[in-house]
């Protein structure tokens, strides 16, 4: 895809989500789950998070794409994980992982490992998740990384591109051909299909200052994933999540009201404007 | 009641509410439980939150009135619900129910089913929500309805109106005459007890544009009721909701800023301010 | 220790915060969360939040310090929070609790009970709070109190002088001589480790008109025993609070604003104001 036909088809996206408000259930952590549905609504979705397994059939079913994000668990994801995650891929529905805090807990890591079998469309964390997932999925094997410290990164995206596009490959095949994307959210964020590799560029140095920066665009990617391809769909979120990002730390000088200024910008911000915030096609 | 008497009546609900700071305890979603205690607090009441059976007893007895809101399904509940509410019909004790997501997952169908035979005094709910629940426990055969949306509302508050009046009147006599309201959230929010109907108005169309409008709406339905009748705790709190929405829209021009500044105008809210917010009674 | 070497102390605490960015991970309610989160991240800190029990050793071992809230219990808090606390005690490792809610229902009340064989080397509660925890280990009988409202406290925090010292004490000879500390909140803050005792002054009469301004406390206390003392971790996050809340007061009128201009202020803050804010050793 050239550079004008990325723009044109995020324009699109955005534009759908603001016509069709796509329903875009979470599964999600505990700790920033209003911040994840504020974000969705911001954008132009419909947020619904659950439980319980038969809840994730039933959002598998009535979502047009779903979010599951493992920042926290809880004792009946044993059973709600898995079978929502069957059951999306047996509808061939897109859905969004973010593999939060991987590697903490024996539940998580048999979850995490599990979602192999039936994997998401989307693959969102940071560079050391991202590389921690490809490791524990073993699509990759040259690999090397420094692990997360409890959710945070200490790899760089570029050290996690092999492993971005080693997933996305993975899910592409696994998943028929439907597509696959995998974003790395860091200083620059990359996202990638598997082949093509995109650098998007803006956001702020607040985004590390709050909680929920990363978890908040798993479900707007989730949002978008409802109208599009799962790649255009991690490149619209993170576009309009930079921008966003931008144009809030232009308005304030300390985390909380940058959180404020920022849902506030990701309600503000056109489809032009998210098509126009800077990326690079490697 | 004349317009003028219901005045009164809210103008010494939100007084009492300021001298009293009446405790509202809540067994409630995971997603807006932040905001749900802060508005309650916001208008001078208390707020504690639980999820154990034992504890749902605890705050039976010790709260003044108790929220009940069926947005995220934990397993738990399946005995903590039951038994709280059976424990606050026992003890005649208002207590408010907003069976948001009605219909999704079979735990949260059985339990707001089974609140038909001890049940709330106050109904909260957006359109779709009062209309499902009207049918669940069969007390209007006649409404129709698109069915919610997730947890939005696909029906206008006016096709509510004849479920919301069925409802308050079976709550009223299952409650043996101690009062029963049903409040009806949308574009203009129907207040009733089964007889009078009230239509409130005034909020934002940010309302729609942040997550927990409606189920903070219900804590703050509560914290009233532990000071004044169901119907006159629902009216009030609708009020007190319709006039902060307006004010905080006139100050933002999106919906983080306009989450901030509703909270801020329901603390600011004086009780003649809530009282003349307008209201048509039919 | 005189107040030149406790301020000495306060800068240095403050500072290494800032330069070593310590992971205070934390088991706490489902209310405050995000905000216990977000403070932790203002002052320098990194959060991470879990619930299951082999989540509990993870942060235990991974952990600067560990921060424990009892304010929402889950079920499987029964197996977490003793081997969490247990683990935290064998590792001599820093760790905060904060009794909130204490004597609402059988599993908190026991699991806090259990706390006394392998103490926190903090904890932190509004003076009800900390009466309750003194009397429910035993450690002074002659304390009286009203008993906590719901999550309110309806003793003074003069009150709590001695059943602060007590605790202290109690838990300075349990772990061994590793020192241990109390904070009270209220209108004035408490903090002693079990000889000292120190007042801290400031703050803001909209911290009791938001949920969680305790809950986060005491999480930027776990955040400050990751690179200090008991007792002057305990002083820090109070001194920081009590700066911040000043500062925010002055530049709003309402709570929700409040909220926010209070977590930038604690972002904002330097080291010397920490130091600077008034307090006085009794």
Redesign the interface.
């Known amino acids: 895809m050239t550079e004008s036909q990325i723009k044109s088809q995020i324009v699109n996206a955005v534009k759908e989500v603001h016509s069709k408000k796509p329903?875009a259930?979470s599964i999600t952590?505990?700790?920033?789950?209003?911040?994840v549905?504020?974000a969705q609504?911001?954008v132009g979705g419909?947020?619904?998070?659950?439980?319980?397994p038969?809840?994730g059939d039933?959002?598998a079913e009535?979502?047009s794409a779903v979010y599951i994000n493992a920042?926290?668990?809880?004792?009946?994801y044993e059973q709600t994980l898995p079978r929502t995650a069957k059951r999306l891929f047996e509808l061939k529905k897109n859905w969004v992982l973010d593999p939060v805090?991987i590697g903490?807990?024996?539940?998580?890591t048999k979850l995490l490992a599990g979602f192999k079998d039936y994997p998401p469309s989307i693959v969102r964390g940071n560079a050391s998740e991202v590389i921690a997932l490809a490791k524990l999925w073993e699509v990759d094997g040259s690999v090397s990384s420094n692990g997360p410290?409890?959710?945070?990164s200490v790899d760089s995206v570029k050290d996690a591109e092999n492993a971005a596009k080693a997933l996305a490959k993975y899910i592409y095949e696994k998943r028929g051909g439907a597509g696959g994307a995998v974003a790395v959210s860091g200083v620059e964020d990359l996202v990638t299909d598997g082949e093509t590799v995109v650098y998007s560029k803006g956001g702020s140095h607040f985004m590390?200052?709050?909680?929920?920066s990363g978890c908040s665009l798993g479900g707007v990617c989730a949002v978008y994933a409802g109208v599009t391809s799962p790649f255009i769909a991690a490149l619209t979120a993170t576009q309009i999540y930079n921008l966003a990002g931008k144009r809030a730390e232009a308005r304030?000088?300390?985390?909380?009201?940058f959180?404020?200024?920022?849902?506030?910008?990701l309600?503000?911000a056109s489809a032009e404007d998210a098509a126009d915030n800077p990326f690079e096609v490697k």
Do not use: H
């Open positions: 329903l259930p952590n505990t700790v920033t789950i209003d911040f549905a504020n609504i911001a419909s947020a619904a998070m659950v439980y319980l038969d809840e039933f959002i009535a979502g920042g926290t668990m809880l004792p009946v805090a903490i807990g024996s539940l998580r410290k409890g959710v945070d590390e200052k709050i909680t929920g304030v000088n300390a985390p909380a009201s959180q404020t200024a920022f849902l506030d910008e309600y503000l």
